[in-house]
């Protein structure tokens, strides 16, 4: 469960910044913060990825 949250948090974290970026105008000029804001929501959906094999069960 937290594996598949994970990745929906990342999803949506790496879609919104591509999106705010668009609705400012600068699609495709990104600067060092948004690169490293990019690259976070991807380890986030990594770390979602690798917990799904896991499942459900308790620690």
Known sequence: ????????LGALAFIGILLLDALRGTFG???????LALGGSLGICLIGV????????PA
């Open 29 to 35: 000029d990104f600067g060092p913060t948004q690169l």
């Open 50 to 57: 690798s917990l799904l094999p896991l499942g459900d069960r």
């Open 1 to 8: 469960m937290l594996g598949a949250i994970l990745i929906g």
